[in-house]
């Protein structure tokens, strides 16, 4: 028996290039035949250790900024994805990534994804509100009241901790990025590089 | 009379990813008949100005500095381009950018922007060194006494110090990056899309 091919898809639901890459991957993943394994985690503790920043790279540099929010615009435009720019950004995505890391390994998971990115970046919904957050939870089928409860629990947040520090050792530094067996591809740019990988090295 | 489908290419002879773009450009331009307008000018300026840093990115933030080194090896294999990591990072690419500079719009321009390119990131050589570039620029055609000695001229000084006002007016916070009719597209990944846009709004 061999390993199905798969990629392992670091995201922070803040972040608008993993909203684009959240959105795409699926389809592709499945088009190849490699396993998608979500991984939802924090930017934050990243860009402050390593770049000792506390908000997005994309605000402290507004030149940068400005670029991002045309290219995002295009982007859309070119994958034909919904875009409506969030009226504040970076979002608090703290509770999203909770409720994301406890649906992990449901048949529910890649719809919860898609519908709290969606939530973000096509509707401009603030997904740190519970109130959005368990709306998404509802659409994606999974028990609100359960899950929102279970987010607040110590244990799940020492599970998006652990996720940091995974994230940490695997040398990334943004998001989205791609590990496939140990191999890190950074950006959106690279999810077609990421899926070629995954095949190549299946087996 | 129609203008012709052209793009700016603002590059850094020390950028590791404008030598990728360098190096992809022309023939990808040809093929669709876009006229590229070489715009060689220095970083360092603009990350002092927009970040605060005296050094490569690459260098500040090192965790991202390693996924670089590994990205560039990749992505040459992937185009089929020589690659060999340079021993000093980034080189001082000052002289290089101005006889690039004095060489605009010569017929021999291409072939000089390319040898610099293939001097740094091919081939390990310090292209601050004036030898290096007398060499570059006689394999490319031109006079080497002339150029390096005008490279040293106020003149010439200003007109690359232009350049960088040029490149803030635009936009640009990184290299490369392509300019078409005002719309600015960064970074060697956005190649194809550059050359779409120029296709695109020609006449």
Redesign the interface.
Known sequence: VTAPASVDFWFDFASTYSYVAALRLPPLAAARGVQVRWQPFLLGPLFTA??GIKDSPFNV?P??G??MW??LE?LCR?YQLPWRQPSQFPRNSLLAARVALLSARTPEEPQLVRRLFEAGFAEDLDIASPEVVGRELQTAGLPPGKLLAQAALPETKDQLRAQTVRAEAL????APSFVVRGE????Q??LE?ALDWAQASAN
Chains 1, 2 share one sequence.
């Open positions: 390593q770049q540099n030149v940068r400005r670029y045309r290219d295009r070119k040398g990334l530094f943004g890190l591809f950074f950006g740019d690279r590089d």
